[in-house]
């Protein structure tokens, strides 16, 4: 096709493009609307097309812009456009693929790629042989600007590329790209490592038939002198590590002796890519075995890296010691994720729960929120020395020993944060020096660098557990956290930042011995409140909220209410319905009112009322983009469901009192729409709320049952693990409340759950709620749920054996009970199970306790003597020592 512009269109074209790189937004909001009428007019991409590939006397900025607007309309528009101004924008393209100037074959390569994503591969069938040929040309440009363009679709449509539709394409492009390791271009090496490297983690068929004349390439690139060669060899081998370890098994020593170079090379982004190496390897069962014996230089060199570079220290403004009183830039702000809630229980053997530590300290840079090699660096001690343990002490202590006191702060620095890397992996090889290193980090957070007091919060609370079980609480607990509340007060954002998120750590280790302090704390974290900028208060949400969650209900003194809850309540007022800092102080506010308990109660009308308002509000708003997609917005859920959370707080907290709250509100009818709701999480947190008013107040729960309960049947889809949690813990909440009457609902649930329980590979929390479930329907209809005891007792019994001594576990052994009364023919092939879970109880109540001996002896009893002894025989010694204690059989 040839086509030619009208010359006065093409000054037009060439005028906008112009004064769309003019400063000035009013200009560009012009341009901005000139460009949109423009797209009216078919051939204005042919313009475009041709400004880019044809008119070389244009600068190459505006040459490069006419390109990108292009690519833009053809996301936008793409099989809209008619196919001859399509072919002849492919067309040219192919022709200016070998442009002189890298910004334009730059270009191009992003619009082919747009074009064969939005059209697809298999629409433009001449495009990979066209490209491919294009690498045999003796000039450069052309043999680089196809390199580009096929390293963008390799990245783009990686595994399309190895798709029967198209004739397999890679059974030719990747032994030309191995061609191409050795050409004299380092650009052209780059990209030809670039491309096949897309190919490793997918395992394509045709380079794992390639794979070794690829790694001997990659070994003779290795000293290369070009860094971005040297960078992807490293992303290769990384790859490999996962995917052809058998390969690299031979040269694993040459390998790491090779990457030990690397991860101090000149370039950081090349140390960065070798140092990715050791994270992969420690993923690998073989890594102590092979890494071992590189430690003692692996070590320093990791340690070396995770100092902050030049650059670094000016990002971050580390020269600027006091920067309180400097507004935080909203950008600056990251967006805050509301974890809906879910119902667990706790076990035996974890004094707090599931403490899900995913705070990893390489956050103390967020302004440097990119991957980097400090971080990178800092991960990979950590999960070395998880894998290592105490055995990398020997190592790893003289060096820290050495720059924990260094006289430069940037060395000093690197120590702390390499002391909190290696805190989970080597704690019992730690615990010696930490009397010394607690006192010493302590002092730290006096330090005159700021960067410093804040590596220190977060290093101090990785030892947090261990501070917290010394029994001398004058000696480290209470200096840890006067210092940590005055760092809270910090005149350094970043400081004060680090010592919230470390004081939230000590105060879940802590619980309730934080008690003593409590009116010092709280006068802090309320101080607080009028010192902080944005983001900060943010987290200072966090940190009440913690405390609240740790102390329960000895925060409920007058005392302590006056003091925290006008605060809270005043930003409460001040916020809009729209502003999503509600987020943190609706999830603050469910954790102050389950604490609270009765002394909420003042607070808890006007903070009711707007969750309800808030439910009412997304849902109108949700019916209205539905019925008219195009006029409304689609609303932000998540405001729904961290207004269904805090109820769920309101309802566990005031108990009974919540009823007159309940009363005068159509919760029931929102809770029944947002239990229909398609998005998972706001099923989840509705069925929680149903939960904890069922607890609270059923008698206006009951009406609604019949509605209710069907829709909990429908919601026990165990790939959806926490709203199937839900629904199933509610279901049991409800049973104990309605009693016999539950009868009717058993054939909508029972088998479900049995089906559940006896799940391969199901998370414990969801297998104890199952099982706590099941409990509950055989206490209230033994004779429903009993015939079927031999299907779910083995499974029923070790999810339970590791639940602690609680109210959910008593109303559940009583019904195992009953339903052994009913059939005690259906435990006896899992007897021993049975045995086992009934010795797991540290103190039931002597009625239970009777139930189970009965139970226990009348076995024994109808088995006779001799049969019990070899049935006990079978028992671990540990097990028939219990049970003879706790039941004297």
């Not at 704690?427 to 410093?452: F, R, T, W």
């Not at 919540?658 to 029931?668: A, G």
């Not at 959910?808 to 059939?823: L, P």
């Amino acid at each position: 096709m040839t086509w030619e512009p009208q010359p006065e269109g093409l000054q037009q074209i060439l005028t906008l493009l112009k004064e769309s790189q003019s400063p000035d937004t009013e200009i560009q909001q012009a341009v901005q609307r000139k460009l949109e009428e423009l797209n009216q007019y078919p051939d204005f991409n042919n313009y475009l097309i041709y400004v880019l590939t044809k008119l070389k006397t244009e600068d190459e900025p505006t040459r490069s812009l006419s390109g990108l607007i292009l690519k833009n309309n053809i996301r936008h528009l793409g099989t809209n456009l008619q196919s001859e101004i399509i072919n002849y924008i492919k067309q040219e393209c192919l022709m200016a693929v070998g442009d002189p100037s890298p910004l334009i074959r730059a270009t191009v390569g992003i619009l082919i790629t747009t074009i064969a994503s939005k059209g697809g591969l298999i629409n433009w069938p001449n495009l990979l042989p066209a490209l491919c040929e294009m690498l045999d040309s003796p000039d450069h440009n052309v043999c680089e600007g196809a390199f580009g363009a096929l390293q963008k679709i390799c990245e783009d449509s990686a595994e399309g590329l190895d798709s029967a539709d198209l004739n397999r394409p890679l059974n030719v492009m990747i032994p030309k790209f191995l061609q191409f390791f050795h050409h004299s271009s380092p650009k052209i090496r780059s990209h030809a490592i670039a491309c096949i490297n897309q190919f490793i983690i997918h395992r394509t068929q045709v380079l794992m038939l390639h794979i070794d004349p690829f790694i001997e390439s990659l070994f003779r690139l290795s000293s290369d002198e070009d860094h971005e060669v040297r960078k992807n060899v490293c992303r290769a081998l990384c790859m490999l590590l996962e995917v052809r370890m058998d390969r690299l098994m031979p040269y694993m020593n040459q390998i790491i002796e090779y990457m030990l170079q690397r991860s101090q090379d000149q370039d950081d982004s090349v140390a960065l890519e070798a140092s990715e190496f050791w994270l992969s390897l420690a993923e690998q069962n073989i890594c102590k075995e092979v890494l071992g014996p590189h430690l003692p230089r692996l070590a320093p060199i990791l340690i070396r890296g995770m100092r902050y570079s030049d650059i670094d220290i000016i990002l971050l403004k580390g020269d600027v010691e006091e920067d309180e009183m400097i507004p935080d830039r909203e950008e600056d702000i990251r967006p805050r994720f509301h974890k809906s809630r879910t119902h667990t229980l706790k076990s035996a053997s974890d004094e707090n729960g599931d403490n899900d530590d995913d705070d990893d300290g390489l956050d103390d840079d967020n302004s440097l929120s990119e991957w980097n090699l400090r971080k990178c660096s800092a991960a990979a001690l950590d999960v070395l020395a998880n894998v290592f343990r105490e055995e990398c002490l020997p190592i790893l202590y003289p060096i820290l020993n050495e720059i924990l006191f260094h006289q430069q702060w940037e060395i000093k620095e690197s120590g702390i944060l390499a002391l909190g890397a290696i805190a989970e992996g080597c704690l019992q090889g730690m615990v010696p020096h930490l009397p010394e290193l607690i006192p010493y980090l302590i002092s730290c957070l006096s330090d005159k660098k700021a960067l410093v007091r804040s590596i220190t919060c977060w290093t101090l609370s990785r030892y947090a557990s261990w501070v917290v079980m010394q029994p001398n609480h004058d000696q480290y607990l209470k200096p840890l956290m006067e210092e940590l509340l005055k760092r809270i007060l910090d005149a350094n954002k970043r400081v004060q930042e680090a010592a919230c998120s470390a004081f939230a750590t000590l105060e879940e280790e802590a619980c309730t011995e934080l008690v003593p302090y409590l009116s010092f704390i709280l006068k802090t974290l309320v101080f607080a409140f009028s010192k902080y900028q944005h983001k900060n208060l943010l987290i200072l949400y966090d940190a009440i909220g913690t405390l609240a969650d740790s102390v329960g209900h000895h925060l409920n003194k007058q005392d302590y209410i006056n003091m925290l809850m006008p605060p809270l309540i005043h930003k409460w007022n001040m916020l809009k319905d729209e502003d999503k800092d509600l987020f943190p102080l609706l999830e603050c506010l469910s954790s102050v009112a389950t604490a609270l308990q009765s002394g909420f109660l003042p607070y808890c009308e006007p903070v009711y009322n707007r969750c309800i308002s808030l439910i009412q509000q997304t849902i109108n708003q949700d019916m209205a983009n539905t019925a008219s997609p195009g006029q409304y917005e689609q609303p932000d859920k998540e405001f729904m469901i961290v207004a269904l959370d805090l109820l769920s707080g309101l309802a566990e907290g005031l108990d009974g009192h919540i009823e007159s709250l309940v009363v005068n509100s159509n919760i029931m009818e929102l809770l029944f729409q947002c239990m229909q709701d398609i998005m998972p999480e706001v099923r989840q947190s509705s069925f929680a709320l149903l939960g904890d008013l069922t607890k609270a107040c059923f008698q206006h729960v009951a009406r609604y049952i019949p509605d209710f309960l069907p829709i909990l049947g429908q919601n026990l889809n165990p790939e959806c693990i926490s709203v199937c949690n839900n629904a199933i813990w509610a279901i049991g909440e409800i049973s104990i409340k309605l009693g016999a009457d539950t009868r009717l609902y058993i054939p909508l649930v029972l088998n479900q759950l049995i089906a559940i329980i006896n799940r391969p590979n199901t998370t414990k929390t969801l297998l104890e709620n199952t099982a706590i479930t099941i409990g509950r329907l055989g206490l209230v209809c033994p004779l429903d749920v009993a015939p079927l005891l031999q299907q779910f007792v083995r499974q029923w019994c070790t999810s339970l054996r590791n639940i602690r001594d609680n109210e959910e576990k008593d109303s559940a052994f009583r019904g195992m009970c009953q339903m052994i009364t009913v059939n005690p023919v259906g435990v006896v092939p899992d007897f021993i199970f049975f045995c086992d879970a009934a010795a797991s109880w540290v103190s039931p109540k002597s009625d239970l306790h009777e139930m189970l001996q009965k139970i226990l002896s009348g076995f024994k009893t109808q088995v006779g003597e001799e049969n019990w002894r070899r049935f006990v025989d079978q028992f671990p010694p540990q097990l028939a020592e219990r049970l003879s204690s706790m039941y004297d059989i």
